[in-house]
């Protein structure tokens, strides 16, 4: 038997079409082979969005990774849908969990426990809390402090299905050199008024 076999065969017009070939043998009254019989299925036009398809993810793919900061898009259930590998850099304590289908609040609970954050809430609780309403409702970028010093400026926006999309971008060495900066300007603001 001939069980979906996919097949190239040319058209009327002169072009290709892909086909899917399925067929059982048939035999006479002395069970000599004398053929097939089976259907022939067009399959081009189906092969033809799933190729689209399969590029349109790859391109994608290919601009996430190309993003210079992190990111990672939530679903509407809030779980992951995809990220960047900057993404799972930034972020070591989650990375063997970090995965298509893992929910926000999973992430955020193991990054709490972690310590990742500098967060001046009483509880662990009352942090998550916060946190989980910061990011179901996301508004104005936020400065994230790590606990190993990095500074962070968090974006995160809704997408058109409901989904949540976040960019961090780690801005500590600006941070550092705006302060260094605001520190000279004071020093010279002081030596000026003392001469």
Known sequence: AIRHKLCSIGDT?????RVA??????????????GYRGTFTDLTEVLAVQDRAERAEVLLRDAIEAIPDALIL??????????????????????????????????????????????????????????LQAHKNPSADELQIFADGRTVRLSERTTSLGGIVAVRTDITE?????????QAAERFLDFASSS
């Open 174 to 182: 600006l941070t550092a050199a705006r302060q260094g900066a605001q």
């Open 74 to 131: 939530y679903d509407a259930a809030d779980k992951v849908a995809l990220f960047n590998d900057r993404h799972r850099k930034m972020f070591p304590s989650v990375s063997d969990i970090l995965a298509p289908g893992v929910s926000y609040e999973e992430i955020l609970r193991r990054q709490i426990s972690s310590g990742q954050f500098q967060d001046n809430l009483e509880s662990r609780e009352e942090t998550i809390a916060a946190r």
């Open 13 to 17: 017009l002169g072009g290709k079409r």
């Open 21 to 34: 070939v399925n067929g059982l043998p048939r035999f006479d009254s002395h069970a000599n082979f004398i």
